[in-house]
Structure formats: structure tokens, C-alpha cells
């Protein structure tokens, strides 16, 4: 059994309370503490307060105030003060100075003004209303709330209303957003957790507006055709950023009355208030809704009132009736009307019962309380028809005073189900919903392009394990096939897509949803395109060499074949052939004259091919003198001795120069000057750049180390390793010896990739595509420019995406198929024969978006001599660039001159052009801007001439003024008659024929509409008000009867006019005072003289004499009579000055004689002991229950030994409920504990185990948490 929890003790005698104070006044908040040591702060929305020139804060003793100076309308917060670990909250409600009663506006809605008037709580169809509760905090009506402090977003909140079944409500919520930062965001609540944004439809409808004039939101939730399950607490939540407030409020929906005007047809349902099947009424709407095809004459007006048509109809209409109104059980309808005038019967054992509903975050907890008329009641709870154990920390049962509460920890999708509370034959149930959090993505898809083929995988990573996703392709699920094309896999909260080898077909967009959110991604697919990094090159050899073809592809994976005049090549001992990475070779050892001819390499797949030629060197010998000059051969390939030799930087650079002469001549290779320039012996003029010199092979002179000189027999090779720009330039070779000498230059170039361009710039963008230009290197690498590559990436990607393969060969591109709001950037490459230069630096970022569609509906909605009203509504696409405003032109007719209406753009979709000059045929356009640009205009479909168009006054009654306009006395009265008429026609208020008299009530007139407005009504403001629209001799009329309504006055002469038996017959006559309306029926009311209690005899009672019968012989009685009509009761009854004695009559009673019974009963335990565990220190209590006649005396013992007369326990009995409190236990108070009970039938013993565990020292508890 539950221990009872404490009552928390405050550290107030006196709490501070709410007050309303005006603008400009100075408000005292005042407060009493226990202590007069006590230290006190105060605080506003959590934020502590210190006094100053706005606040002053005293102390004196016990007794503290704080005053507010100078009160504003930023002052209405929640504030609080605070005492040791008590905390009380309040607020300041701040209303404005009153206004003057003439000048009470009224809005176009017919509601009366926030500022003077209390705001309306709803707005109802019909005769349903919603009344304004007491304020009162909203702490006092529900357990204390642990979030954040409110900050007073509301200028209106929600209030309290009431509705019949069938009718509408209106709850209205506006929020000043003028010093907020964002648009503030408002969720409804049913009861504490049901979220009202899913349950939007048919019944249900929310609605926001925004004023951009007084900067306020408006937010409406409307219930359409309520239900009596609607009832119950509702909650309203604004919240912008850091900032939050929330409000409560009910709604009481009433039963519908058949005198009232009942829809029958909609309240013709089968209900139960038991959650049977089988019980309540039966209902055939189902079937209704099945048939497919309705009867052309069957009237489905909710306005008429069958129950009227059924009344006045014969009998032998009613199936035909029935029929024509949908109605198929006439006699269960019938039946349902009867019951619908019983009042529910109240529950005896609740009396706050569960909410219908709540609504929890997985994980997170929830509390259901209910309140019982009977503080010892024990309670059962269960769910889904189990009742729950108390067993772990699951479920924690508490009973504080008459409220009892289930708390549920740690909620899972198992805890969704229905629980019931239940008390004796009684129960309430409710369904609790467990809502799983949003998944959100974390980390997003990247764009890919890939070659076809290629394996593709897609990630990203989402919020939660386990989470389910489903992927997307251009707007089509992905699913796995038989085909395996697409893979998914997860790994914690990476999901993977997976597509083997892709086609051009899989291109496209790919999207990842999840519940919380989505990302999308680009796979490009491209078609593998060889490219030839290097091709082989012919070769001239000599006899016994070796020969060697390479070329280098971009695909190492390609395979190709050799061939030699056509005939494929085999490898044998001379000839090897080699496929390393992306280099393919042909090396051919000890080079014969049959080795020489065309060699060709075929990449498999592809159809072309790499050629080169190989030419055999025969070398003579022939016998020459002994002094033979020396002499270069560099014609054996037919080139001149003058030809260039070009050479990728960073490649070897190799000149191999045959020479001749006996003996063997001196060679000197020199750089940066003609081979003339070089003189004999060595001497040279000034100014070359380097020179290397060979004798017999031996090198004398060397410069650069990269640089390497040989000479071999009949040759000179001169070798640069990793060639640089630097090493550019003309080459010359001079050969002497004592017969002569021979020179020759050789002009080499170094070629280079180039440097990359400048930053791209971009032009213009559209809807998914931009228009990007940049400048040329500023170096070209020695090659002309071939074309450039551009690749581009989201802003916060780091995978960059190449737009094309192919070099482009403008410095302008278009750039597609890009998502359109999300920021991209762009960077280009230069590419010319050598290769790829480095990347440019990446441009500014850019958004590409769209302008927006035409605006729509563009109309003139208004004109005059000098100005025109245009009116349009907003484009049906608007894209991912925001809507920055409207731009309005004109032109006159015949002219293409567009002149705009004002400067810069408007935000609203209407607009008033003045100034304009009468008789004008004007054309006029709207286009909308965005960050992209001006939409297409929309055009008024022919030229408007500006004059003012004569029209009739015609006043539009509503058709609810068409009747007489009943009010309560005190109401107020807020009417709004539409008209129409041009010029601004004469309007003209009357009362029963003569001038208005504005002490009686306040008009405010427009050009379009009047407001008639009563702030509080008295009877004298009955009769009929006339209105009457004129313009020079044409005018319109229209009336308005007002009946003001009070509560009537007592009945007269009231008298008894007869007494006969147990029966009694009264008389009295209509009251003088009927309170404007009729009489609908009379209260007949008997008291006893001994207890003065009164029971309603009559109610509603119609006629004016009744008789009072089945009274009590022997006892004397008074009568009263209350008047009733359509307000209420009569605040005073009218009783009857002389009382009435029923005589007794004389039968003599003679009562049986009984033999008594005999009661007694042994002593037995009805609730054991229970074994418990506790802490030393704590008091701890053990209870148990016994019952026995007569009653039992009542033993404690403790290991077998009486306690009774110890000290430290405390024996308590009520109602044979049996406690023994143990005052501080300590390990030695354990044991086992007995309860004996004994009287003269006999006697019962329970016992139980008692185990009491030491405290835990706060040193133990920091080391067991660390």
C-alpha cells in the first residue's frame, strides 16, 4: 500500500495575486513570509528584478511588496517571488485607458472592440455562444507546469465557450509578432498531449492570417458540426525562438433540443457511453454513405427542421417524409429524440474523470490522474482490459488526498493502448498515444558521376538506428527486384544505396525520405571515352639495337593487340610484349632488316588504332684515311639540321647525335648561342648561357647536374633529366679534331600544361541551370588552348561533379540539371595537348531559381473619377527564390509607354492608383519579382476608361437581422449591415420613427458598411431601428427589431385553494413583470416546517394552478412558485403565507416482533502484512485490515514479543484498519512483525518480514556514481 505523500509546506502566509491595471497607473504587489528572517527575490519571466526608477521593492519584518511604476503594455508578464524553495507566480494583465463609447469600433467580422469590451471567446453559428469564464491562473486548475516561464505572447487568447451539437465554434488566438525575430509557430492541444495539427478535416479546421499593418498573426481553430465528445480542455501554444506561452480553455457542448429546431438527421446515431457494440441507438448513416448515386429530390438542407414537418405531418406521410430526408428507422429516430430531453445521470464515484485522450514522446514519461469523491476509495487500473501490477519502476501508482495517479516511465510503442481507471461498478477510459520523434538526416546524398559500368553507392546518415527510409528515383519508389539492380543496406544510422554497374539509364535525381525530412542527389552516368595520354612514335635503329614502341590510355583495364603490316605480333625470344597500369609495350631486342615496317596497336573495344613506323639504320663501313674531318649526321630522317625537337615538361630530354672522324674529334655542346660563335681551342665569347665539353669520352666542362653528356662510337648524346620551361632555347654541338671541324644547332621547345584560369564568373541563372564566363590562362603551356573542363558542387559538398569530358572550346558555358534553390559553385580547367592545367580558384556561390509564374485574377475592384483599385491574387508557382513583391504599370491606349504606379514594389496584392485623370483609357499590368527577375505580366484583357460608375444604394440585410434580434439585458450588441452605392451614399439610423439618439447607441459608418453598437443593454433599448441609404432622390431602407430581455418577476396571489387526503391544490395568477418575453412555464416547489428543505414539485409547468400530491400525513408544509420565460428563473418565488397540516388518519399500527440476530463473528484479515523493505532514518508504517464482532482487541508483537507499551512504535485503528508507525527504524528494528486480534469468537494472526537497510553516506554515493 502506497505511502501518502506530503503536503509541501510554503514559506508565504499572504501570496501575491493577479491584477489588471491601466496604462500609465503604478500597481503594489504584496506578499507575507512564515519567517520574518526570510530572504525574498522577485523575478519577471525567470529574469531576477533589482529596484530601480521601473520597480521598487521594500522589506519590512515578514512583510514585502514590489511597485511597478509608470505601467506599460511591454509590463503584462508572468512574474514571481520567490522564499527559500517556495515559488509563487502572477501576473499583470495591462488594459488601455477607456475610450469613448461613440467611437467603439466594430471590425468587418461583427466583433466588439478588444479594448473596452471583453473579447469574445468563440465565434458560434446560430444561437451558440461562448461566455467568458472567471480568470483565474491556469496553475490552479491543473498540476504545476515545469516549463519555462510564459512571456506574455498573446494579445487575445482563447476563451472558454459553449456549443450545441451540430453547430460551429470559432476559438481565435492573436500574437503581436512586432518584436519577435521569426514568425512564431502555434500547435493545439486537446486535453495535455493530443496534438489537434493531424486531426485537421471535415470537423476540424486551422487557419492563420497575417496583418501586415499592425504586425499581429491571427490563428483560428474551428470546430465544424460539434460532437458531444468534443467537450473537454483544450490548449493553445505559441512559441517563437526562446520564447513561449500557452493558454487553456473548455469547451462544453451541449445536447440539442427538439424545440430548438433539432436536426433529427444528424443526431440519428447510434452512440454508447460504455464502448459496447451493441448498445446505444441504431444508426444508418453507414449504409447512407455506401450508396453511390443520392434520389435527384432527396433535400439535404441542414436549415429544415423535419422534427416540425414530422409533427404537423398525418401519419400516413411519414414513410414518404422519411424517405425524402434520408431518415430509414423512423421509429428508432423517434426514440432517440425522447432520450436526448433526459439529463445524463453525474458519476457518484469520479469526479474529474481522464482526458479521451493523450498523446507522449517515446521515452519520454506521462502522469494520468483522476479525482474520486471518496478519499479512502481504493482505485484499480488497467490496460487493455489487464490490470497492471505494481511491480519494477514501470508503473508508479500514487494517491495524494482525492486525486490518484498512474505514472508511466519510459513510454514505448507497447505503452499505445487504452487505459482504464476503475472504482466499484465504475470506470473512465483513455487511449494514450506514444508518438515516435521525427527521423531526421544528418549527414546528405552528394552528387556523383560515374562511368558506365561503374559500381555506384549512395549514403547518408540519419538520426536514429533501425530508422526506416525509403529512396526515390525522379518521383518513383525504389524497391528491391529480382534483378538485384538496386541494393539498400544499413549500418546503424548509414543507409546505402547500392547500384551495380550503371547505365545511362540510371541517371537521374535520387531522393532519401524520412519522416523528419529528405535529401537529394544527382548521378550523372557517362559513356567511357578512350583517351590517349600517349601514342608511339616512330623509330629509326641500327643493327643489334634495341626498339621500343609505347603508348599510354586513360583505362588501365583495356586490353588491345599488336600488330606488324597487318599480321599480329607474337612474343618470342627477341620480341616482348607488356601491359602495366595504362602503358601498353612492344620491345624488340637485337633489331634485324627484317624487323623494319608499320606497327599498329588495337585497343580491344574501340574502333581506332595507334601507328608507327620502325626504320633500319644500315651502317657501312668503308675504309678512309687515316685523317678523316669530323662530321654530324643529323639528315638520316630526312630533317634538316635546323628542325625543333619538342618535349613535355618533366620528361626526359635526349639528344643523340651521330658523329664521325678519325681520330676521334672533341665535342662541345654549347646553349643560348650559335655554333659559329664557338671558337677554337676552347675560347668563347661572352654572353652564352652553358657549355659542355668531351675529349675521348671524358667529359672536361659541366654545368647544371640535371645535365648529362656521353660519347660513345659514331655517337653523342647529350641528356637533360626533367625537362623545365627554363631549358627552352637552341641547342648547338661543335666537333673538332687535327682534320677539320663540323657544327650543328638544334632548336628544342619544352612544352608544359597551362596555368588555370582566372575565377569563373557567372552571368545569369535560371530555374536549374546558369550561365558561367571566365578568362583564358595567362600562359597556354607553350600549346594552344584546346578547350577548358568545368565541374561544379553544392556549396556545403565537398565532391566536386564534372559538367563535360569532351573539352569545351568557349570561355562560356551553360551549366544544367541543377536543384533549384540550393547554393552551387563553379571552377574550370584549361586543357591543351599536353594535358590539364591545375584548377581555378571556385566562384562566388549562387542560388538558381526561376522567376515566378504570372500573378493571377488580376480584376479592377474599385473606381472613381481620379483613381482605380486593382486587385490580383498570388502566382500558382512561385519557386525557391521568395516572393520580394508586385510591381503595378499602366499605359494609356494606342501607346506602348509603360509608366509604374509607384516606386519600387508592394507586398500586398491589391493596390490604389491615384491621381489619375479622368476619361483616360488606361491598360494596366502586374508582374511578380524575385531574386530572379519579373515574372510575365498579367494584362487586364481591354483598356479601362477612369470615371466613376453611378450605382444604386441597395442595402444587403443578413438574413439572421431579418428576425427579431433577442438580448439578454447587460449583452451587448454589435450589428453590421453591408450596403453598396456610389457616390458614398447618406446613411440615416432611426428608433420607432424618430432620430437616433446617440446616448442610446453608437453607429460607425464606411463607404461600404454601418455598425450599429449597444456596449450594455437595458430594457429600454427595445423596438425597431431603421436604416436608411440615400443618394440625392433613390434611397433604401431597411429595419431591425431589437427585444431586450430580462428575468421576469414572481407570480401573484398565490393560494391555497384545496386540501384533501395526501393532496393539495394551489392557485395564483401571471406575474405583472414578464421581463419582455413570454411566460414559458412556472416552478411549483413544497417544504417541510421541521427541515425547510425544498424539492421541485413542477417544472415547466404551463398552467396556473396545479395540485401537490403524495405528501406525508402528519407533516405540515409551504409552497413557493418561481415564474419562468426565456432569461430564467425569477430571482425571487412567491410563497404561500399559511401553511398546510396533513391530517393522520386513525389506523393503529401494530409492529411484528423479530428475533434478533446474532452478529458476532470471529476476528479475520481481510489485507495481510506485507513484507517490506526500508531505509534507517525514515518512519515507516505497517498496515493491515480486520473485521469481527464484537470488536477484537488488537496486539503488536515484534520477533514474538507484546510492543504495545514501547515507546517507539505508534498503534493506530480506524474503520478496522490497523497501522503501526515505527518512528526512525534502525537495522536493529528488523524482524518479524505479527498482528493478533482476539475477541469472545476467537482470534486471527497476519505477520510479516520487516528488513531495514542503512543509509548511504553522500562520500559512498559520489564514488559508486563515479
Excluded at 499602366?890 to 493596390?911: F, H, N, V
Excluded at 420613427?993 to 453608437?1002: C, T, V
Excluded at 418565488?1133 to 452478529?1159: A, C, M, N, W
Aim: charged share 30%; with cysteine; aromatic share 8%.
Amino acid at each position: 500500500m502506497p505511502e501518502p505523500a506530503k503536503k509541501t509546506v510554503s514559506a508565504f502566509s499572504k501570496k501575491p495575486k493577479t491584477q489588471e491595471a491601466e496604462e500609465g497607473s503604478c500597481v503594489v504587489f504584496e506578499a507575507e513570509t512564515e519567517k520574518s528572517e526570510a530572504k525574498v527575490k522577485w523575478q519577471c519571466n525567470s529574469k531576477d528584478i533589482a529596484s530601480g526608477n521601473k520597480y521598487a521593492i521594500t522589506a519590512a519584518g515578514n512583510k514585502h511588496s514590489l511597485t511597478i511604476k509608470d505601467i506599460t503594455v511591454e509590463d503584462a508578464n508572468v512574474y514571481a517571488v520567490i522564499a527559500g524553495g517556495s515559488k509563487v507566480k502572477f501576473e499583470l494583465r495591462v488594459v488601455s485607458k477607456p475610450e469613448v463609447p461613440a467611437e467603439a469600433p466594430a471590425g468587418e467580422t461583427g466583433k466588439a472592440d478588444q479594448g473596452s469590451v471583453p473579447p469574445p471567446a468563440a465565434s458560434t453559428q446560430g444561437e451558440t455562444s461562448a461566455a467568458k469564464p472567471d480568470a483565474q491562473p491556469a496553475e490552479d486548475a491543473h498540476p504545476p507546469d515545469t516549463r519555462q516561464d510564459l512571456t506574455g505572447l498573446f494579445t487575445e487568447k482563447p476563451q472558454c465557450g459553449e456549443v450545441t451539437v451540430g453547430e460551429n465554434i470559432t476559438f481565435v488566438a492573436k500574437v503581436n509578432a512586432e518584436s519577435l525575430l521569426k514568425k512564431p509557430s502555434v500547435k493545439w492541444f486537446k486535453g495535455k498531449w493530443m496534438d489537434l495539427a493531424s486531426k485537421s478535416g471535415k470537423h476540424l479546421q486551422l487557419k492563420e492570417t497575417y496583418d501586415r499593418n499592425t504586425k499581429v498573426y491571427t490563428f483560428e481553430m474551428q470546430i465544424i458540426a460539434a460532437k458531444p465528445n468534443f467537450a473537454g480542455g483544450y490548449r493553445c501554444e505559441v512559441s517563437s525562438k526562446d520564447k513561449f506561452d500557452s493558454c487553456n480553455f473548455e469547451l462544453v457542448v451541449h445536447e440539442a433540443r427538439a424545440t430548438e429546431g433539432l436536426d433529427i438527421r444528424a443526431a440519428f446515431r447510434r452512440t454508447s457511453t460504455d464502448g459496447k457494440d451493441d448498445s446505444g441507438e441504431l444508426d444508418f448513416s453507414a449504409l447512407l454513405k455506401k450508396r453511390s448515386i443520392k434520389p435527384a429530390h432527396m433535400n439535404t438542407d441542414p436549415d429544415l427542421d423535419v422534427w416540425n414537418i414530422l409533427s404537423h405531418a398525418p401519419p400516413s406521410e411519414y414513410e414518404k417524409i422519411a424517405f425524402q430526408y434520408g431518415i430509414t428507422d423512423l421509429r428508432g429516430m423517434l426514440k432517440r429524440l425522447k432520450k436526448m430531453k433526459k439529463e445524463e445521470k453525474k458519476s457518484e464515484a469520479f469526479l474529474k474523470k481522464l482526458d479521451p485522450a493523450y498523446q507522449v514522446l517515446k521515452g519520454h514519461k506521462i502522469k494520468l490522474g483522476v479525482e474520486v469523491a471518496n478519499e479512502d476509495v481504493e482505485v484499480k487500473w488497467f490496460k487493455n482490459g489487464q490490470e497492471i501490477q505494481k511491480s519494477g519502476s514501470k508503473y508508479i501508482f500514487e494517491s495524494v488526498g482525492n486525486m490518484r495517479y498512474l505514472t508511466i516511465n519510459h513510454c514505448s510503442l507497447a505503452d499505445d493502448a487504452a487505459y482504464t481507471c476503475v472504482i466499484g461498478e465504475e470506470k473512465c477510459t483513455t487511449e494514450l498515444f506514444v508518438k515516435e520523434p521525427p527521423v531526421t538526416i544528418v549527414k546528405n546524398l552528394e552528387d556523383q558521376m560515374v562511368m558506365k559500368g561503374e559500381r555506384v553507392e549512395l549514403e547518408c546518415e540519419v538520426s536514429e538506428e533501425g530508422a526506416n527510409v525509403k529512396w526515390e528515383k525522379d518521383g518513383v519508389e525504389l524497391t528491391r527486384d529480382e534483378s538485384l539492380k538496386y541494393r539498400f543496406k544499413k549500418d546503424g544510422c548509414k543507409h546505402v544505396l547500392i547500384i551495380n554497374e550503371a547505365t545511362k539509364e540510371d541517371g537521374g535525381h535520387y531522393k532519401v525520405k524520412t519522416n523528419g525530412g529528405e535529401s537529394v542527389a544527382e548521378l550523372l552516368v557517362q559513356e567511357k571515352e578512350l583517351e590517349i595520354y600517349q601514342s608511339i612514335a616512330d623509330l629509326t635503329v641500327k643493327a643489334k639495337d634495341q626498339a621500343v614502341f609505347k603508348c599510354e590510355v586513360s583505362d588501365e583495364n583495356v586490353k588491345g593487340t599488336w600488330y606488324k603490316n597487318g599480321v599480329e605480333v607474337k612474343p618470342n625470344a627477341r620480341t616482348n610484349i607488356s601491359h602495366i597500369g595504362r602503358i601498353h609495350k612492344l620491345t624488340i631486342d637485337e633489331v634485324k632488316p627484317e624487323d623494319e615496317g608499320d606497327y599498329t596497336f588495337v585497343p580491344d573495344g574501340y574502333a581506332f588504332n595507334l601507328s608507327a613506323k620502325l626504320n633500319f639504320l644500315e651502317v657501312k663501313i668503308d675504309f678512309v684515311p687515316r685523317q678523316d674531318p669530323p662530321k654530324i649526321h643529323l639528315d638520316c630522317m630526312g630533317r634538316t639540321s635546323d628542325s625543333t625537337i619538342i618535349v613535355v615538361a618533366g620528361n626526359k630530354l635526349r639528344l643523340d647525335v651521330p658523329i664521325t672522324g678519325d681520330p676521334a674529334p672533341t665535342v662541345i655542346w654549347t646553349k643560348g648561342e650559335k655554333a659559329s660563335s664557338v671558337k677554337p681551342g676552347g675560347e668563347e665569347k661572352a654572353g652564352h648561357s652553358a657549355c659542355w665539353t668531351l675529349n675521348d669520352g671524358e667529359v672536361i666542362t659541366e654545368g647544371d647536374g640535371r645535365v648529362h653528356v656521353e660519347s660513345t662510337k659514331g655517337h653523342c648524346i647529350f641528356t637533360i633529366e626533367g625537362a623545365e620551361r627554363q631549358d627552352e632555347g637552341i641547342y648547338s654541338v661543335v666537333v673538332r679534331n687535327p682534320a677539320g671541324e663540323d657544327t650543328a644547332d638544334i632548336s628544342v621547345k619544352v612544352v608544359d600544361v597551362p596555368d588555370p584560369p582566372q575565377a569563373p564568373k557567372i552571368l545569369s541563372v535560371g530555374e536549374d541551370s546558369c550561365i558561367v564566363q571566365w578568362e583564358p590562362p595567362l600562359f597556354n603551356g607553350g600549346d594552344p588552348i584546346i578547350g577548358y573542363v568545368v565541374e561544379r558542387k553544392k556549396l556545403r559538398s565537398y565532391r566536386w561533379m564534372r559538367l563535360n569530358f569532351d573539352p569545351y572550346p568557349e570561355t562560356t558555358f551553360e551549366a544544367k540539371r541543377m536543384i533549384e534553390g540550393m547554393p552551387y559553385e563553379m571552377r574550370v580547367y584549361a586543357v591543351n595537348s599536353i594535358g590539364m592545367s591545375h584548377h581555378s580558384p571556385a566562384s562566388q556561390p549562387f542560388v538558381p531559381v526561376a522567376p515566378t509564374s504570372e500573378p493571377i485574377g488580376l480584376h479592377v475592384e474599385d473606381i472613381s473619377d481620379t483613381s482605380i483599385t486593382l486587385k490580383w491574387r498570388a502566382p500558382e508557382r512561385i519557386g525557391a527564390a521568395k516572393l520580394e513583391g508586385y510591381g503595378v504599370e499602366y499605359c494609356k491606349e494606342g501607346t506602348d509607354e509603360w509608366i509604374p504606379a509607384i516606386q519600387g514594389l508592394t507586398e500586398r496584392p491589391s493596390m490604389t492608383i491615384k491621381n489619375l485623370t479622368t476619361g483616360d483609357k488606361l491598360l494596366f499590368r502586374v508582374r511578380a519579382y524575385n531574386m530572379a527577375g519579373p515574372s510575365s505580366p498579367a494584362v487586364l484583357a481591354q483598356p479601362v476608361t477612369i470615371r466613376e460608375i453611378m450605382q444604386r444604394p441597395k442595402i444587403w440585410l443578413p438574413r439572421n437581422l431579418r428576425q427579431t434580434l433577442i438580448k439578454k439585458v447587460g449583452e451587448n450588441v454589435n450589428v453590421l449591415i453591408p450596403f453598396q452605392g456610389k457616390p458614398r451614399p447618406k446613411i440615416t439610423w432611426s428608433k420607432d420613427g424618430q432620430p437616433l439618439d446617440p446616448s442610446i447607441a453608437s453607429v460607425r459608418n464606411s463607404d461600404f458598411d454601418s455598425i450599429f453598437f449597444i456596449r450594455k443593454t437595458e430594457r429600454k433599448h427595445s423596438g425597431q431601428y431603421d436604416l436608411k441609404v440615400q443618394i440625392e432622390n433613390v434611397e433604401d431602407t431597411a429595419k431591425i427589431t431589437l427585444q431586450i430581455v430580462d428575468l421576469p418577476g414572481p407570480p401573484e396571489a398565490l393560494k391555497i385553494a384545496d386540501v384533501w387526503g395526501f393532496n393539495v391544490a394551489l392557485e395564483w395568477k401571471q406575474p405583472k413583470d414578464n421581463g419582455n418575453c413570454e411566460i414559458t412555464g412556472y416552478t411549483v416547489q413544497k417544504a417541510d416546517k421541521k427541515t425547510m428543505e425544498w424539492f421541485t414539485v413542477h417544472d415547466h409547468y404551463r398552467r396556473t394552478h396545479c395540485v401537490v400530491s403524495d405528501l406525508i400525513m402528519g407533516n405540515e408544509y409551504i409552497f413557493r412558485v418561481f415564474s419562468i420565460n426565456l432569461v430564467g428563473l425569477s430571482p425571487e418565488p412567491l410563497t404561500t403565507k399559511d401553511s398546510v397540516f396533513i391530517q393522520k388518519s386513525g389506523i393503529d399500527y401494530k409492529s411484528p416482533t423479530f428475533r434478533e440476530h446474532d452478529f458476532s463473528e470471529a476476528p479475520k484479515f481481510t489485507h495481510p502484512l506485507v513484507n517490506r523493505s526500508i531505509i534507517a532514518g525514515y518512519n515507516a508504517t505497517l498496515s493491515c485490515a480486520v473485521r469481527g464482532i464484537p470488536k477484537p482487541k488488537v496486539t503488536w508483537y515484534k520477533n514474538k514479543m507484546d510492543i504495545s507499551n514501547e515507546a517507539k512504535y505508534r498503534m493506530l485503528s480506524k474503520q478496522g484498519i490497523l497501522t503501526l508507525e515505527i518512528r526512525k527504524p534502525c537495522p536493529f528494528d528488523g524482524g518479524v512483525y505479527m498482528c493478533k486480534a482476539v475477541n469472545d469468537k476467537g482470534e486471527d494472526v497476519v505477520e510479516c518480514k520487516l528488513e531495514v537497510r542503512p543509509q548511504i553516506a553522500k562520500e559512498e554515493k559520489k564514488e559508486a556514481s563515479k
